[in-house]
C-alpha cells in the first residue's frame, strides 16, 4: 500500500481535503473505505436493478464515479456516498434506457441508506400507493396506457404522443381522458367504463 501524507508534515495535505489527491492515496482509500462494502453494494443493486446480467457493470460504474469523485475530494462518510452514488447512477440508467417502472423507481426512494429522512410509515404508504398505480396502469388497454406514459411520465406533449403513437391528436385526448378517468376509479374505488363518452 502506499504511503499516507502526514497531516503533520510541510507541504502535504491530508487525503480527506482532496485536491488533487495522489493516485496512491485513491487507491488506500478505495482499499480501506469503499472495498469492504462491496457485499451491501452488490445486495442494494440486485434488489434495485431487474437485469441480473448488468449487476457487475453496474458496479464497475459506481466504482468509477466513486474513484473520480475521490481524486477531487474525499466524502467525508463513504458509505453514504457509495450509495448514494449507486442510487443515482440506477437513475440515470433508468432515464437513458427510458425503463419506466413504477416499482423500481418506488424502491429507489425508500432506501433509508441514502436519505433515512423519511418516517418508516410514508415509505411505506408511498410504496403501496405506487404499486396500484402500477397495477392500475397495467390494467388499461394498451393505447389508453402508452398515452398516459408519455403524457403524465415522460412529459410528451399531445402533438408529440400523436407522432408517437400514429394517431390523431384528437385520439390522444380521448385515450387520455379515458386513461386518466379509468386510474381516478381504480385508485379511488369508483367503477370505470373505458367506453363511456364524456
Known amino acids: 500500500m502506499g504511503e499516507t501524507p502526514d497531516p503533520g508534515r510541510e507541504g502535504t495535505e491530508p487525503p480527506h481535503t482532496g485536491s488533487g489527491a495522489k493516485v496512491s492515496d485513491v487507491r488506500d482509500w478505495f482499499a480501506r473505505e469503499?472495498?469492504?462494502?462491496?457485499?451491501?453494494?452488490?445486495?442494494f443493486l440486485r434488489n434495485n436493478w431487474s437485469?441480473?446480467?448488468?449487476i457487475a457493470d453496474l458496479r464497475q460504474d459506481v466504482y468509477v464515479r466513486?474513484?473520480?469523485?475521490?481524486?477531487?475530494?474525499?466524502?467525508?462518510?463513504?458509505?453514504q456516498f457509495v450509495f448514494a452514488t449507486a442510487?443515482?447512477?440506477?437513475?440515470?440508467?433508468?432515464?437513458?434506457?427510458?425503463?419506466?417502472?413504477?416499482e423500481m423507481v418506488a424502491d429507489l426512494d425508500a432506501l433509508g441508506i441514502v436519505s433515512g429522512d423519511a418516517e418508516p410509515e410514508r415509505v411505506v404508504?408511498?410504496?403501496?400507493?405506487?404499486?396500484?398505480?402500477?397495477?392500475?396502469?397495467?390494467?388499461?388497454?394498451?393505447?389508453?396506457?402508452?398515452?398516459?406514459?408519455?403524457?403524465?411520465?415522460?412529459?410528451?406533449?399531445?402533438?408529440?404522443?400523436?407522432?408517437?403513437?400514429?394517431?390523431?391528436?384528437?385520439?390522444?385526448?380521448?385515450?387520455?381522458?379515458?386513461?386518466?378517468?379509468?386510474?381516478?376509479?381504480?385508485?379511488?374505488?369508483?367503477r370505470s367504463d373505458l367506453g363511456r363518452k364524456s
Open 66 to 79: 466513486v474513484c473520480e469523485a475521490a481524486q477531487k475530494q474525499f466524502p467525508d462518510v463513504a458509505k
Open 51 to 54: 437485469n441480473e446480467n448488468d
Open 87 to 102: 442510487r443515482n447512477l440506477l437513475i440515470d440508467r433508468i432515464r437513458r434506457e427510458r425503463i419506466v417502472s413504477i
Open 125 to 190: 404508504m408511498a410504496r403501496e400507493a405506487l404499486r396500484r398505480l402500477q397495477v392500475a396502469l397495467d390494467r388499461l388497454p394498451r393505447q389508453c396506457r402508452q398515452a398516459v406514459v408519455l403524457r403524465k411520465i415522460d412529459g410528451l406533449s399531445h402533438r408529440q404522443i400523436a407522432a408517437r403513437m400514429g394517431i390523431a391528436e384528437g385520439t390522444v385526448n380521448r385515450h387520455l381522458s379515458d386513461g386518466m378517468r379509468a386510474l381516478a376509479d381504480k385508485l379511488f374505488g369508483e
Open 34 to 43: 469503499v472495498l469492504p462494502l462491496e457485499a451491501i453494494l452488490m445486495q
